[in-house]
């Protein structure tokens, strides 16, 4: 699976609103939907849809499940937390 990253998965990213947000690197306006390409200071946020224990629900875009759970893909991970490699 291809995963193409954006500027909201950054652990630099400072959101203030739904649609754009600060680079804390940069210290830059971004749009949170900006894809990361060649940005040498991205560091992945540890979300739910980054782990190995995240799954889709079907029929559903917004939610997922982890370990019985609900959970939204944007949910910052928990301590059984286990990355995508």
Request: charged residues 20%.
């Amino acid at each position: 699976m291809t995963m193409e990253y954006t500027c909201n998965d950054c652990q630099k990213c400072a959101p203030f609103d739904v649609f754009k947000g600060t680079c804390e690197h940069s210290q830059q306006r971004i749009l949170l939907d900006s894809p990361v390409n060649g940005c040498k200071t991205f560091v992945r946020k540890n979300q739910c849809k980054f782990c190995q224990n995240y799954c889709v629900k079907a029929g559903t875009e917004f939610v997922g499940q982890c370990h019985e759970k609900m959970v939204y893909p944007t949910m910052n991970a928990c301590e059984k937390f286990q990355p995508l490699r």
